[in-house]
């Protein structure tokens, strides 16, 4: 049986079963746990589901070796292959193969025969067809698509130059939203490295204590003294103290408007975060949220509308999302928000939040999921530096984090046109010709 989808498109572009496009369409498998010398020194890498998160897939978690390629049923894939995650909470997920891999059982591989489709049209069409997707999927325990239903799934395809044209037009938009993430990861990677240097191992401390030169400006390196001293927390830099977090920011809590009362929530303007809405973050950049709240709703939570900069940590189920706002919140009751203190950083406080997070879980307790209490965080202590230092630290990780920001509203509108322009172009709606003044229009 065939399963026709997106049947929306021009009489002239032939209807297609996704089997007819391919030279291969197939399943991996997991070489046994049991045998280490299947993912020891591994050189594959191995593609499991939760892996699929609708882009190219650059690297994976765990490879596994030539041996378990050879005794299993995990098989290479080529470069170009479209993954579609056929069980579970991921059903109906894509991915691309950035390179030759393997995947696992819950992975089918679709190695497209170039000469009658693109990769990328069929990778988008699946793409647009994911809810129809989702609803083909069976089970009651866990949903889940099979093998044969997706050989059977049916799209128009346009001649095979106009996929390549749109696939082109599509990819452009998403090479550059990934662009903007690696670009964004690299400068998040340097502010937790420069935050763990100073705060966590005092590098330019003990490289003064030692006689050693911190690789810091002689103005910057100034700023450090030259030897550590005992504290409740062992050695900390002399002049440093150990405050609690409540001193170093007001911490507050937030709250649900009834969600019946129709004026809290009809027409809101206010965005209410949830941890959910933290969840989706790439980065620690909160632009938007879900749902919003009216003035009403707004009267409704107790800390009110927090200011741009607010740091948020989700205090439950789980404990450990991060976000720095960059629009005034409301929050609902699942959220430590800290507003720092005069003379404190909030990329200082972002940063401590990150690596304190395990002592901030040993204060949380509960029998359901574990919750921490603004009480009990208050009273976390940390490390905190001089002035002029946690000045410095501002100052040199502002400009990053800034361009995390632009890149990240970058994406948004990137996302916005991609989305917009993936069912017209899918649909035969709108011509290739026609895509690039489309996006002026859009983009303007």
């Given at each position: ?212 030169d911190p690789g810091l400006p002689k103005p910057l390196a100034d700023l450090f003294p030259a030897r550590l001293v005992d504290s409740e927390l062992g050695e900390i830099p002399e002049g440093w103290e150990i405050k609690p977090i409540g001193d170093l920011a007001e911490v507050v ?37 879900e749902r919003k709240i009216t003035d009403a709703g707004l009267a409704q939570v107790s800390s009110g509308l927090l200011p741009r900069g607010t740091v948020l940590l989700s205090s439950r189920a789980p404990i450990g999302y991060l976000a720095i706002a960059e629009v005034p919140i ?46 009990s965080f208050r009273l976390i202590p940390a490390v905190a530096p001089t002035a002029p230092i946690m000045q410095a630290f501002d100052r040199i990780s502002r400009p990053m984090f800034l361009k995390v920001v632009e890149h990240e509203r970058e994406v948004r509108v990137l996302a ?29």
């Amino acid at each position: 049986m065939e399963t026709k989808l997106c049947t929306v498109a021009p009489k002239h572009w032939p209807i297609r079963a996704i089997e007819d496009v391919c030279a291969r369409v197939t399943s991996g498998g997991t070489p046994s746990r049991r045998n280490p010398g299947y993912y020891a020194d591994g050189t594959w890498p191995w593609v499991k589901t939760q892996e699929l998160q609708d882009k190219w897939i650059d690297r994976t978690e765990e490879s596994i070796t030539d041996r378990a390629v050879a005794q299993s049923s995990a098989k290479i894939l080529p470069a170009n292959t479209v993954l579609v995650a056929m069980y579970g909470a991921t059903v109906g997920q894509l991915g691309l193969l950035r390179r030759p891999m393997t995947c696992n059982q819950a992975c089918c591989a679709l190695v497209v025969d170039e000469t009658l489709a693109d990769y990328r049209f069929v990778f988008y069409q699946l793409l647009h067809a994911r809810s129809q997707l989702k609803n083909l999927a069976t089970g009651a325990a866990q949903q889940n698509l099979s093998g044969a239903l997706i050989r059977s799934l049916r799209f128009p395809y346009p001649p095979i130059s106009e996929q390549r044209a749109i696939a082109h037009i599509l990819g452009t938009l998403d090479d550059k939203i990934e662009l903007n993430r690696r670009m964004s990861e690299t400068l998040e990677a340097m502010a937790r490295a420069l935050f763990k240097s100073w705060f966590v191992d005092f590098d330019p401390v003990r490289a003064k204590a030692e006689g050693r030169d911190p690789g810091l400006p002689k103005p910057l390196a100034d700023l450090f003294p030259a030897r550590l001293v005992d504290s409740e927390l062992g050695e900390i830099p002399e002049g440093w103290e150990i405050k609690p977090i409540g001193d170093l920011a007001e911490v507050v809590g937030g709250s649900t408007p009834k969600t019946d009362r129709a004026e809290y929530w009809e027409g809101g303007t206010h965005p209410w975060v949830t941890p959910k809405d933290l969840s989706r973050l790439a980065m620690p950049v909160l632009l938007d949220t879900e749902r919003k709240i009216t003035d009403a709703g707004l009267a409704q939570v107790s800390s009110g509308l927090l200011p741009r900069g607010t740091v948020l940590l989700s205090s439950r189920a789980p404990i450990g999302y991060l976000a720095i706002a960059e629009v005034p919140i409301a929050v609902n009751q699942g959220f430590i928000a800290m507003k720092p203190r005069l003379g404190i950083s909030n990329l200082f406080l972002l940063r401590w939040a990150r690596e304190a997070h395990d002592e901030i879980v040993s204060h949380a307790n509960g029998s359901t999921f574990l919750e921490i209490s603004k009480s009990s965080f208050r009273l976390i202590p940390a490390v905190a530096p001089t002035a002029p230092i946690m000045q410095a630290f501002d100052r040199i990780s502002r400009p990053m984090f800034l361009k995390v920001v632009e890149h990240e509203r970058e994406v948004r509108v990137l996302a916005t046109l991609r989305d917009t322009l993936l069912p017209k172009l899918i649909a035969g709606e709108l011509r290739v010709n026609d895509a690039d003044t489309f996006i002026e229009r859009v983009a303007s």
